[in-house]
């Protein structure tokens, strides 16, 4: 290996950072087991400075929500000069607005569900559309702030305009798709495997089931047609390409087969910081491709750059 120096960026301040903390030990425990001299840096608003007087030769980016995977510390990467892995400025601010990112999706030829953009103050007590549907926030991780409003529901779920609401004030309503949860990675310019997680005690795939231990259960690869199968990673790879991704990205899907197998399937989001704990979907999808963990990130570090 190259001894190169690789500062790993975790927690961070964001709601995601108990999941970035144990992305970034786990990454930097891989690292330094094959041969990277590693620095951990837990970011503060001091990181600019710190940083400077690192001088890594590559920052790995295991920071999750805002600030981390929102072009601001890519941003301060570049302005340093230090390379660094994932997606650079815009991608990774494009990818984090779901509304953009929905948008460019669109226009590529990327089915997605029919969805608004609204102030969360303006949904009141009138339905913002006909149930079932799913709230969100514009700028989140993690399934933060996620409400699901089943068909038999009378009115908008109250939590969203109360003094509890911790995630901004724009969400996105966007028309619930039924069925199967799946998820596509793309590493540089190839798509790997699809999985299906499939929530273990959970309605859908939320914190606890995404971050706690069994949690989940994540078949890979996804028991779907093969035409199915090939059409996410087609679509997975247009979305990375789409919103500029670079390094390794993970989308998600809804896949409704109830009635057909060749149901709708439809495009959620691109993730640009995927999680890369011992629960984490990216590394599972990219060992079943055959890189095991430390090739994974050996890939990415050794792919790093500025000008992503």
Excluded at 17 to 26: C, E, K, T, Y
Aim: glycine share 10%; hydrophobic share 35%; aromatic share 8%.
């Amino acid at each position: 290996m190259t001894g190169k120096h690789v500062a790993v960026l975790m927690g961070g301040f964001s709601s995601e950072r108990p999941v970035s903390l144990s992305s970034g030990n786990a990454c930097a425990d891989a690292l330094e087991k094959v041969g990277y001299r590693v620095t951990r840096v837990d970011v503060g608003r001091d990181v600019a400075r710190v940083l400077g007087d690192l001088a890594p030769d590559v920052a790995f980016n295991a920071l999750h929500g805002p600030f981390g995977e929102d072009g601001t510390i890519q941003g301060i990467l570049e302005y340093l000069q230090i390379p660094y892995t994932h997606s650079g400025v815009m991608a990774s601010a494009l990818a984090m607005n779901k509304e953009q990112a929905k948008r460019i999706a669109k226009a590529v030829g990327i089915p997605v569900a029919e969805a608004k953009v609204l102030d969360r103050h303006a949904i009141g007590s009138k339905h913002p559309m006909k149930p079932p549907y799913v709230v969100k926030p514009v700028s989140e991780g993690s399934s933060f702030g996620v409400v699901i409003v089943q068909e038999d529901q009378s009115h908008p779920p109250q939590v969203i305009g109360s003094s509890e609401w911790r995630y901004g004030d724009v969400v996105m309503v966007e028309r619930y798709i039924h069925g199967r949860e799946l998820t596509c990675a793309v590493m540089g310019d190839v798509a790997l495997g699809v999985c299906e997680i499939v929530p273990v005690g959970h309605s859908f795939y939320d914190y606890d089931s995404k971050y706690v231990k069994g949690g989940s259960k994540h078949e890979i690869p996804a028991k779907i047609s093969p035409n199915i199968y090939q059409k996410i990673q087609t679509l997975a790879l247009k979305a990375h390409q789409a919103t500029g991704c670079r390094g390794v990205s993970r989308s998600d899907f809804r896949y409704d087969d109830r009635y057909s197998e060749n149901g709708e399937l439809v495009w959620l989001e691109v993730n640009t910081q995927p999680g890369m704990t011992p629960t984490s979907l990216v590394p599972e999808i990219a060992q079943h491709a055959g890189h095991d963990f430390g090739e994974l990130l050996s890939w990415m570090v050794e792919d790093a750059s500025c000008l992503r």
